[in-house]
T-cell receptor
């Protein structure tokens, strides 16, 4: 299996621009998670889905952030408009599947820089 | 609610030293416990896990035992290598039921640096 795939790996954008991060979970997994990691705040859970349905979005920092999961093999995290304080590494992770194991498998992350 | 507390870092050791990173948790019922490792520039990787009391998880020379009586899951390695330098995260998930089912609660992470 290719593991969790994220794109792009690096994104540099200017303040005010729209940013879209993409994630392809491991086939057969029914949970998908979006995290943000910074030096100051550590690892934060933003939102997670079960069977493509958002379960908990309480970690989404504000309305500028939105996430979708249109099907079992694709999810997006969008920031509009972006701000310098959004600069961080964003991770996608997936879990579940046959046997219902809840260990999460992380993607390599997208490093976002907003100037 | 659920929470995980790790010993504060950073931890700096010489090669071949003994490693312990403490982890304690608060949770209802019987959660599953995990240690994840993050190498520089990479995502988190599962290092080991334990799903019930007294289970011992082990991988790559690392071990951790699920201690229900002390609500702990300390990570140990008898002889660390330079390549073990990374950030280590302790985490838990409820085993069944509740609104947190499937969701991991992470500790704050402990930075380990091993010198030759």
């Amino acid at each position: 299996d290719a593991g969790v795939i994220q794109s792009p790996r690096h994104e540099v954008t200017e303040m005010g621009q729209e940013v879209t991060l993409r994630c392809k979970p491991i086939s057969g997994h029914d949970y998908l998670f979006w995290y943000r990691q910074t030096m100051m705040r550590g690892l934060e859970l933003l939102i997670y889905f079960n069977n493509n349905v958002p379960i908990d979005d309480s970690g989404m920092p504000e309305d500028r952030f939105s996430a979708k999961m249109p099907n079992a093999s694709f999810s997006t995290l969008k920031i509009q408009p972006s701000e310098p304080r959004d600069s961080a590494v964003y991770f996608c992770a997936s879990s579940g599947g046959q046997g219902m194991s809840y260990e999460q498998y992380f993607g390599p992350g997208t490093r976002l820089t907003v100037t | 609610g659920n929470s995980v507390t790790q010993m504060e870092g950073p931890v700096t050791l010489s090669e071949e030293a003994f490693l312990t990173i403490n982890c304690t948790y608060t949770a209802t019922g019987y959660p599953s416990l995990f240690w994840y490792v993050q190498y520089p520039g990479e995502g988190l990787q599962l290092l080991l896990k334990a799903t019930k009391a007294d289970d011992k998880g082990s991988n790559k020379g690392f071990e951790a035992t699920y201690r229900k009586e002390t609500t702990s899951f300390h990570l140990e390695k008898g002889s660390v290598q330079v390549s073990d330098s990374a950030v280590y995260f302790c985490a838990l998930t409820p085993n069944a039921g509740g609104t947190s089912y499937g969701k991991l609660t992470f500790g704050q992470g402990t930075i380990l640096t091993v010198h030759p």
